[in-house]
Structures are given as C-alpha cells and as structure tokens.
T-cell receptor, first 113, second 115 residues
Framework: DTAVSQTPKYLVTQMGNDKSIKCEQN?????MYWYKQDSKKFLKIMFS???????INETVPNRFSPKSPDKAHLNLHINSLELGDSAVYFC????????????FGPGTRLTVT | GNSVTQMEGPVTLSEEAFLTINCTYT??????LFWYVQYPGEGLQLLLK?????DKGSNKGFEATYRKETTSFHLEKGSVQVSDSAVYFC??????????????FGQGTILTVHP
C-alpha cells in the first residue's frame, strides 16, 4: 500500500502553460507539505496544510497555488510555467502532534521547455 | 531560527569503507534530530532519529548520536555497501516549536559507493 502518492511522476510542458500535481496520503495524517528540490538536491519547503488550512507559505511566487480538498489530499497548481520551475516536487505528510517525522511521496519531475 | 550545516559532498567510497557525514546544528532548546535518505529516483525516507541529548539513533547499520556539547549529529556506518549510494539529509524542526512539523533540511550529501 502506497503511503504518500503523487501524480504524475513526470511532467514535461512548455513555458506559459498551467499544470497541476496531485498528492494523496492514506496514513491518516493531519498535515501535508509541498517541497521543491533543485538540480543540486537542495530541498526547500513551499507550503504546508494542516486539516485543510494553509499554515506555511514560504516566499513562493503566487503562480503556485496549493489546494487541499480534504486532509488526505494536497494538490499544487502552477500557472504560467517558467523555465526556473523545472525541478522535482515532493509531497509529504506528518502527524500534527507527532515527533515531526515526515513521509514523502516519490516526487514529480517537472521539466519546462 | 534553527539551522543545520551538513558536510559538503559528493562523497565517494569503496565498498566496506567507513562512512562519516558531518552534521552540526544551531537550535533553541533540544529539538529532535533526523537523518533522511533519498535513493535514486525516490522520495526521502527517514533513516534514523534521536529525540533528546545523548540518544543514539540507528538503522540499517547507520548510527548517529545526539551530542549537545558539540551540537552535532554525525552519521556513521562501519562498512558501506553499493546499495547505500544515495543522498543523505540532516534535518531538525524549525524554530518556534511549532506542532505543525516544519523541518529544516541540510543541503544534502551525495554518497557514491563503488564495488
């Protein structure tokens, strides 16, 4: 059983397009995250949701808009894609009252041409 | 806020060599400390953790000890295997003790083990 799943795994698109990445967790966690990993493997948090409420928004262009329809799902929509958006995007989840252990999805490799 | 500084890589070793990846931290109080591992083409997964000073986390032959005197949490393994080739991240909760679990990650260390 997949704990944190993301779709699609690969996404190739042109500049200016709009795309979405979906994430689902079946761990019963209350908190979900989006991370961006660049080509040098540096990992940066973008957003965090707790029980469908946005709690972390880390200096991300407003072209990026997360949406959480329920606490098991967190989607990421990106408008007007730019070359610099090319990266691997990871979804993660954790218990709110836990010891901060996070469970990561397999990642979505976004390539903007 | 809390921060972590991780040994720069990449690190290249021969199989059965000893591994150390250094991690030092700056934090308010004594937060839990983590090592995550990212195998090629996969997401991060928790390798080990320590929740208080002097704790030793261990898993898959890897160990790390929470040392408050030196503010360090170095990762060690006595004999690495080719299958240990991965990126390793040191991490700790961000400042403020938020219960929402925000983590600060080190820059990652790429480890390559040759047969």
């Amino acid at each position: 059983d997949t704990a944190v799943s993301q779709t699609p795994k690969y996404l190739v698109t042109q500049m200016g397009n709009d795309k979405s990445i979906k994430c689902e967790q079946n761990l019963g966690h209350d908190t979900m995250y989006w991370y961006k990993q660049d080509s040098k493997k540096f990992l940066k948090i973008m957003f965090s949701y707790n029980n469908k409420e946005l709690i972390i928004n880390e200096t991300v262009p407003n072209r990026f808009s997360p949406k959480s329809p329920d606490k098991a799902h967190l989607n990421l929509h990106i408008n007007s894609l730019e070359l610099g958006d090319s990266a691997v995007y990871f979804c993660a989840s954790s218990r709110v009252s836990g010891r901060y252990e996070q469970y990561f999805g397999p990642g979505t490799r976004l390539t903007v041409t | 806020g809390n921060s972590v500084t991780q040994m720069e890589g990449p690190v290249t070793l021969s199989e059965e060599a000893f591994l150390t990846i250094n991690c030092t931290y700056t934090a308010t109080g004594y937060p839990s400390l983590f090592w995550y591992v990212q195998y090629p083409g996969e997401g991060l997964q928790l390798l080990l953790k320590a929740t208080k000073a002097d704790d030793k986390g261990s898993n898959k032959g890897f160990e790390a000890t929470y040392r408050k005197e030196t503010t360090s949490f170095h990762l060690e393994k006595g004999s690495v295997q080719v299958s240990d080739s991965a990126v390793y991240f040191c991490a700790l909760p961000s400042a403020g003790g938020t219960s929402y679990g925000k983590l600060t990650f080190g820059q990652g260390t790429i480890l390559t083990v040759h047969p």
